[in-house]
Every structure is written in C-alpha cells, then in structure tokens.
Nanobody
Framework: QAQLVESVGGLVESGGSLRLSCVVS????????IGWFRRAPGKEREGVSC????????YYADSVKGRFTISRDNAKNTAYLEMNSLKPEDTAEYYC?????????????????????WGKGALVTVSS
C-alpha cells in the first residue's frame, strides 16, 4: 500500500527554520516527481515546490523562493523541504505528494497536476 508520511510539523518563531521530511513506502520514488503543497486556514491549496526525478529540475512558488529548498534521497525513499526565514504567512498544513514522470514531465512550471499519492499533512505554525 502506497503511503507518504510527513514528519511532524511544529510551532516556529518568525525568522526560524524547520525541515519537513516525507517518507515513502509501498513504492519506489524512482520515476516519480515530488511536490510539496500547503493549505493555509481559509485559503485554497498552493503548490510550494516540486523536484524532478534525476533531471535536477525544481520549482518554487514566488512566495518561498530563496527561503525554501526541496531535496530528495531516492535511496532512502524520502523527500525533504527545508524552510528558512519563516514568516507568519507560511502558517499552513503542508502536504507532500508524488506523481509519475510520465505525467509530470517538467516540474519547472509546477506540479499541481498529476500527483497520484498524497500524505496526510503536517501543521506548521509560525508565530509573529
């Protein structure tokens, strides 16, 4: 059974850092792109960042560019989202997702479509 499990989020002060991990089981991350998404209270889901499989391509939403870094370790079947210089507006439920590279061929424009597997989310709260 395919599962994506995000690490526990947390409460962070404004300007602080937090790293989320996404551990995948039930399938190999080979040939899958990884995406991180978030949903803030009262808002629609937003694509935060994506990373291709072996092509090194990444995507970042303008709101997180220069502050967040996405990475993956296929050997560990795990993806990461390093979040620095956090702001109160980053407060949201964060989700990781995976989609086949046959559907999401180039993540440089995002990966909002084609995600097949989703985690249950991790709450990140940034205090001002």
């Amino acid at each position: 059974q395919a599962q994506l499990v995000e690490s526990v989020g947390g409460l962070v002060e404004s300007g602080g850092s937090l790293r989320l991990s996404c551990v995948v089981s039930g399938f190999s991350l080979d040939y899958y792109v990884i995406g991180w998404f978030r949903r803030a209270p009262g808002k629609e889901r937003e694509g935060v960042s994506c990373i291709g499989d072996r092509d090194g391509r990444t995507y970042y939403a303008d709101s997180v560019k220069g502050r967040f870094t996405i990475s993956r370790d296929n050997a560990k079947n795990t993806a990461y989202l390093e979040m620095n210089s956090l702001k109160p507006e980053d407060t949201a439920e964060y989700y990781c997702a995976a989609g086949s590279i046959t559907i999401v061929r180039d993540v440089r424009n995002g990966c909002d479509y084609g995600m097949t597997y989703w985690g249950k989310g991790a709450l990140v709260t940034v205090s001002s």
